[in-house]
């Protein structure tokens, strides 16, 4: 009844009229051309598909030895080999990509006899529940649920259909995960939010009461954080992507589409908009509120809200050394230059 | 005698009376009203306690439908519903969120079956070891430590008694803690200090011999690393509250009651005084003195010790990415700016 | 057959004359003297080795307590205790560091009975895997390689000889780990790079093909992430240390013997010379090339390829908060202040 079984290493058996067809485009050529992977136009087998998604790789065209080449059809003519024109051919690598993921292959319906499922959860048809997993009281899995292994749901945590935790991944107690959610390895949902009260000699913790709402199709990454709320909860809306090494702190909410890289941090009840783009190791402040459509450059901090949409930044490039440090003594100083150079004007002006 | 049960979904039957007497407050009003949880004054219901600890929100009072408010006594005049008068009402806030914390109701004694505890180690009274986590050989555990599923306690470490580890933390081997520590998922204390030394050729590592001692009443949020000691050991006082993300290198010393926010970085050796607190990401390099008393804002980078009390910042704020790019490239013009200002002035003031 | 024993506390037994034979120099000393371990000069005891590495603690030697000190030929005239005499001391301590590591005494070898061993996993002599550790379909883990206690290695994955795995490593399915690499506890290897197309309306994931592949020598600190590539692989190189908390997105590359401290983040596809440091929090901006022999001080964003090797660095320093504000509120206006300056500077030429 229960197989665990070794990967199966995925010999599709994929041609390119299979290809085709998963993106909805015609094609002249071998139809039955065997497909087993996808690679760049420099790289690509005569069994694997590329694609031009970048004007940068116009040049690995002509050359290609791919067996097809995804591609917008204005490129279509410098192309040798057998074309797929799309008007968004990166969206076609993406939605290609899928056909060669190994992993779905290797998910075998079940619980692992390792795994511990406290009584009272209740599993949906198809969840694959792998070794050493915890499943708590209360726990509602959806259907085709993947726990990877030696992960923990906490108690009475409700996780979607067609969510895949990844391997040691932390979800506590209380916390809600929409469909078609992707955990990577490490992250942790639903942490205490860093709350203490100060009684003028020490810290007294506030219980973090709220928990932790994740819409659908939310990814978020490796040894990510996403802190419970205080009272309410921190809530992460539909299609947000979350790179590794993020920390969202309590009570944030982010709005859907949004996407966040590596080392994010966003503090406390700081509300982000829809389709907003944090580069990586972006900080903002709490108790912000950032409009939709806001992109925030890499590594920049952000001490208060921004009412309109449009590309923000801090800091400064990085240089050699030697200048920056004259350069970086003078900051110190700008103030005072300001006010010399302000004096020299009107002094200039008087005369 | 073990029962690993259900999360009991805490049915407090707690009164106004009981949240009274749990602050040591008297009030006016319907003793037995059931209370059932916290809320803020907007949103709470009439089985709700609020609080009012920031005036930003004293327009919220008068519509409150809570069964009653934690104030300070010079709002309680405008407070339509029962008051609960203190001179710090988020200290009362932090004390009453305790009652309502789920979590310790479903800590049941014992260990479980699936647990790893080596021989020899030693386990206090009322601990709770949960699903798979892994007790190593030589450990101590102190009474009703609760070490959540998917932890492990490497050899010969000492946890104090009442400490929560929660899920998937790992504490290394050697390691001391405190009492009522809590430990979020997914943090490491005691991994290996950045340690090499160079041969001109490549790195050789330097075993990291020392260990780390947290101190009681600590905290680590979730993800967060703390090195252990090269020789000595890496040092956290007591109260010390360290939020999720954060790095702390090997011999760092943290003085009592500091607190760390969300993606701090701390580098080797390091020494940082008592009843500091550091900002989101902020970083301070390696070798450092930190006196007692210093804020720093948000992704500073402190590079020097600083000896004086006080408020310390680095960095710009953030601003329109196209402006921002014209100030940048003047940033490196800086020392130039400055020396033509000199020259200016000087030939302005010859003439 | 197998024996989960306690910790080892090593009694090494080891003499003075043991320590000078395995750094290969001669003494004059008493060659029976135990060494029970090392010390700083200040804080050695008779039976521990201290070393002379920095001569900011030249000050100490006269007063050292210890067995005998790991020094320069140019201090040892001043040394009251036997001296080791070296070239490079601090490579000495590096050596020494090693005797008297505690962990490798207690690897047992053998699966603990509560791993998962998936059929078709193949494990080399002596290897030792510990409690509640999973090892997946197709994977090889070479000879001694220790998998600590909650790790789990994905399908297909190859671990190389002498490699250890701390406790709650993951490494995912597909990815090459060479010899003698240590991952420290909570590290994720292998998870999804940050990859998705954009329709116009939201985001399609693009499946993260490629792996990673770790070199010989390599150390990944405690809760940081490699991601695996999209296409092709992310590639660390041969003796590349990377402290805790750090993030390598997908497709980096990193050469031989570079060193990454706590907090780095490197966006996807960017590629890092040899023998290159990049300081605590520094950020490196997607796509970009570095050279080999760049160093890059704490918290820089380099957002351009280096072509020259030197030190780089970007930010401003720490100062005093009230200092700060108004220095901050300058840079906003440098571009102006630079234009104002060069009117003025035309204005008093035309005079």
Redesign the interface.
Known sequence: MFL????T?ASHHLTLADIARHLDVDFEGDAGQPIR????LK?AAPDQVAFLANRAYLKDLSTTKAAAVLLHPEHGKNCPVPRLEMA?P??G???L??L????PA?DITGI?P?A?V???AMLGEGVSV???A?I???VVLGERVVV???S?I???SVIGDDTRL???V?V???VVVGKRV?L?????VG??G??????G?????????GGVVLGD?V?V?????I?RG???DTIIGN?V?I?????I?HNVIIG??S?L???V?I?GSTKVGKHCMLG??V?L?GHLTICDGVQ?????????SIHEP??????????????????????????E??K??SR??K??RSE
């Open positions: 665990w079984a070794p990967m290493h992977g996808l690679a760049t790289e968004n990166y969206l690598y993406a939605k990509s899928q060669f993921d190994p992993l290797r692992h390792t511990v406290a009584d009272g792998q070794a050493h915890v708590e009281a209360g990877g292994a030696g923990v906490g108690a009475d990844h391997a040691n932390t506590c107690h209380g992707i990577q390895s490490g992250c942790v942490g205490d860093f709350g203490f009260a100060h009684d000699a020490g810290w007294h913790k506030i219980a973090q009461l199709d990814e990454g490796s040894c990510s954080s802190d205080a009272l309410g299609d992507k790179d590794s090494q993020v920390q702190a859907d589409h996407a890289a590596g080392c941090g503090a990586g190791g900080g402040s925030v450059t890499g590594m920049s901090l952000v001490t208060n449009g590309v923000y930044s801090s800091g400064t490039g990085a240089m050699n050394n030697t200048q920056w440090r004259k350069n970086a003594v003078r900051f110190k100083q700008l103030d230059i300001a010399r150079l020299l004007e002094s200039h």
